[in-house]
């Protein structure tokens, strides 16, 4: 089992035991510190130094902070490929993992990597909701239930913070979807927002996170870095004692944030508070009293992670190289979902396979992470080709089959297929030229995608250049990426000479992910051509520029016609599909929900070819499987982080059991799903105008049957359900607990999660026809009993009322359901919950 495998923590102190856990700085000393400094050097403080840093004060012995983005790895301040990160599974495959104390751990290497990198704050987790299933920051979001999404989001962070790194919880509030994220305005009602998606950012500060990002949306009519639901409901209500944050350029005005509540505009050091918020406080329009506020939450942050003591040492867990490896093959293998077996078709058995036939582009290359700013350079990527090949090596044959193209456009060059041509190492050559052409600068580099060039004075333009060796004759693809004034050249060819004017002021397209424009020209095999990408830096362009390059495409017809052929050779096949990164990606939600590329054709013509097809889904969110019940299984494993090939061989041959239970409802088509609007209207509003009843409670308010519920997923073994102790009356602001009786009645040890819902039929308030209130998950060997104990929390039969402006519970008869999903109940019966006393 790969639960086995030494994840490398053994001497890392445990959750809450770690440097950062302690009582913190006494308020008394962080007024005297305050006291210090004059009103200039306090509004300093809340703008930051640079894109990644917070300002230092000498004065009182301050620091600079580091901040870096996640959530699935840790960056650092630059995007330099030369820079590695260890890479986690996406978010909605820990959504999937339905286990805190592996998320605990996980939370724990995110801090190596921070103590590594030399980072106090890592920009993760993201506790927005899968409202729609088009959303296109689905796979950076866990779940669609507020629960599930609260408890996952405070076991990563209490093992992020247990080491002296602060978390960060975001995006505060209703950031479900991309389009228009900047300035979308979200209608929605208080008792939904205080049930849904503000419930998820109240366990994270019940969890002690020490760090609330602003969103970039409004929410009501006021955007996030001036409502009042900071100072009101976070800061007030709840008690938050620490820092909020806006997301990067999201303060678009000096007073409105200042007297809401918000206490760090990011990045610096240029911001709407660097300039005029010292002003404005002398003027009387900004309170002293609001500016000291937030001065003491940040050097509460500072003390938090060690800024205030500078000389102090810093320390994660203790992990070595080999042991984070281990660990995320081990998530891999725990949050992969296995959602169809007919017939016990997996694990495979390699005793008694001769050939395996491999098949699908995202075989070899995987997409292991979704598109945007969360992106990060892995230290080293196992595909799943790559995985196969090492498990069955020495016992059968492995036939790796492609299939038709994908239809993507060219991927940026990179040292596989390049070398750079002054030095003649594998990669690019970077330079930087002043406006008559001569060479500023220059840099090997190892990829064609160069987000942060090193500027120098006098830069005009960047150049990337590579010297390609073609595989393969005929008709390349080529691309230059970014905006502004580029240029592309093959040899002394000019194909692209052009002005790529920038109409879009999201961050993550401008500076991250900007457009490819493609040419093509006739290559012949093995003679190297010179490519050439230059792009002026004007102002207002972004930093991003892109050199891509990519083969002839094989005749769809023959490639699909070579997969089959493999298929039909085999003794089982597997077949890998997946979307891509101008598919799934921040900055822009899906249209839809087929996979696209030709896969479901592939599938379906490799699936009547041989009987024993396997299909591995490689998505961050749901996706459309018409073919789902002509395959023998049907394994989804979301962007599985660096480690995909090895947890993924795990899975398929039995060493590790799929542990991972759906986090959010997959329709069978996009026209079933209840809920899918992303778009706001004309006037930039978006009504969630669904209320409660989004993800498996819309699919039951609406009396639907998707293709797989929330909650959803199947193990190697069999489980019964023999007993179900649980209380019959329950006083209302208690937590109870539901006992209940498992065997494995399966040949195979395996991993049970019991589910909780409950109803409340008759209420005098809308309610859900069902919500998920808990979960707890055993183990056991084949024909042991196991009792799992689900703690139901008194909030899970609470509502917000608005006439009342607190937390109420109706008193009165519910129903206690227990199963293995939404749809899946396997034990029903009345609670009645009297009033407290």
Not at 560 to 577: K, P, S
């Amino acid at each position: 089992m790969n639960d086995d495998i030494n994840d490398g923590f053994e001497d890392s102190a445990g959750p809450g035991t770690g440097e950062g856990a302690g009582p913190g700085i006494e308020d008394g000393l962080l007024d005297r510190l305050i006291d210090k400094l004059s009103p200039e050097q306090k509004t300093r403080l809340l703008t930051g130094a640079t894109t990644w840093r917070t300002a230092a004060e000498p004065d009182i012995g301050l620091r600079q902070l580091v901040l870096s983005d996640g959530p699935a790895g840790v960056r650092g301040e630059s995007w330099d490929e030369r820079r590695t990160s260890a890479l986690l599974p996406s978010a909605s495959a820990l959504g999937a993992l339905w286990d805190e104390e592996l998320l605990e751990r996980l939370g724990g290497l995110l801090a190596t990597e921070a103590v590594r990198k030399g980072v106090d704050v890592v920009l993760a987790p993201t506790l927005n909701l899968h409202r729609s299933p088009l959303g296109g920051r689905h796979f950076e979001c866990f779940s669609e239930d507020p629960e599930l999404t609260g408890r996952t989001g405070a076991a990563l962070i209490r093992g992020v913070q247990a080491h002296g790194v602060a978390a960060t919880a975001k995006h505060f509030v209703a950031n479900d979807s991309e389009t228009d994220r900047l300035s979308v305005d979200v209608r929605v009602a208080e008792r939904v927002l205080r049930e849904v998606y503000l419930a998820p950012f109240e366990a994270a500060v019940e969890a002690g996170v020490w760090l609330v990002m602003a969103a970039y949306n409004s929410v009501n009519g006021a955007t996030m870095t001036a409502s009042d639901l900071l100072g009101d409901v976070l800061k007030g209500e709840w008690g938050f004692d620490g820092a909020a944050v806006s997301d990067w350029a999201a303060v678009r005005s000096t007073e409105e944030p200042a007297r809401a509540a918000l206490d760090l505009a990011m990045p610096g050091p240029h911001s709407p508070w660097a300039e005029s918020l010292a002003e404005a406080v002398a003027d009387g329009r900004v309170p002293r009293e609001a500016v000291d506020d937030k001065v003491r939450r940040l050097l509460r942050l500072a003390d938090r992670v060690g800024a205030l003591d500078p000389g102090a040492p810093r320390r994660g867990p203790a992990v070595s190289a080999r042991g984070a490896r281990a660990l995320l093959r081990r998530a891999v293998a725990a949050g992969s979902v296995l959602v169809r077996n007919a017939e016990g078709v997996l694990p495979l058995d390699p005793a008694a396979l001769s050939t395996v036939a491999v098949l699908g582009a995202h075989a070899a290359t995987p997409r292991v992470q979704g598109g945007g700013s969360a992106g990060v350079h892995p230290s080293g990527v196992v595909s799943p080709l790559d995985g196969i090949r090492t498990r069955l090596r020495g016992r059968a044959r492995v036939l790796h089959r492609p299939g038709p193209s994908l239809g993507l456009p060219p991927a940026p060059v990179d040292a596989d297929r390049c070398t750079d041509p002054r030095s003649g190492a594998p990669g690019v050559l970077v330079r930087l030229l002043d406006e008559h052409g001569r060479e500023l600068h220059a840099e090997h580099r190892l990829s064609g995608r160069q987000l942060e060039p090193t500027l120098v004075p006098g830069a005009h333009t960047v150049e990337i250049s590579a010297l390609l060796r073609p595989r393969s004759a005929g008709e390349w693809a080529f691309g230059v990426g970014g905006f502004g004034r580029m240029s592309l050249r093959v040899d002394e060819q000019v194909l692209l000479d052009d002005d790529f004017p920038c109409r879009t002021d999201d961050p993550a397209v401008v500076h991250v992910t900007p457009p490819v424009h493609t040419v093509r020209a006739v290559l012949a095999a093995r003679r190297p051509v010179l490519l050439t990408a230059r792009r002026e830096l004007a102002a207002g362009t972004g930093r991003a520029t892109v050199l891509a390059a990519a083969p002839p495409e094989e005749d769809p017809g023959a490639a699909l016609a070579a997969a089959v052929d493999a298929a039909r050779r085999a003794d089982a096949a597997v077949v890998f599909v997946g979307t891509t990164e101008h598919s799934e990606t921040e900055g822009q939600d899906r249209t839809g929900l087929s996979l696209g590329g030709g896969q479901d054709a592939l599938v379906r013509a490799v699936a009547a070819a041989n009987p024993r097809t396997v299909v591995v889904v490689n998505s961050g969110g749901p996706v459309e499987l018409p073919w789902r019940e002509e395959v023998g299984a049907v394994l989804l494993t979301w962007f599985p982080g660096q480690e995909a090939g090895g947890g993924v061989a795990d899975v398929l041959f039995g060493r590790a059991e799929p542990g991972g239970r759906l986090p959010t409802t997959w329709a069978a088509a996009l026209a079933d799903a209840p809920v899918t609007d992303t778009r706001p209207s004309a006037d930039g509003v978006l009504e969630y105008t669904e209320g409660l009843h989004i993800g498996y409670r819309a699919w039951l308010q609406a009396g639907r049957t998707p293709a797989y519920w929330f909650g959803h997923g199947l193990g190697y073994t069999t489980w019964d359900y023999e007993s179900v102790a649980a209380p019959a009356r329950v006083a209302a602001g208690a937590a109870f607990t539901v006992r209940v009786g498992l065997r494995n009645t399966g040949r195979r040890a395996g991993r049970e999660v019991v589910q909780v819902y409950l109803a409340r039929p008759g209420s005098a308030v809308d309610r859900p026809e069902r919500w998920f209130a808990g979960y707890a998950a055993v183990r056991a060997e084949p024909g042991a009993t196991a009792t799992a104990e689900v703690v139901v929390p008194a909030r899970a039969l609470r509502h917000w009322s608005p006439a009342d402006a607190g937390w109420r519970t109706e008193p009165g008869a519910y129903r206690l359901l227990v199963g293995r999903s939404a749809g899946d109940v396997r034990w029903e019966d009345s609670l009645t919950v009297t009033e407290a006393g």
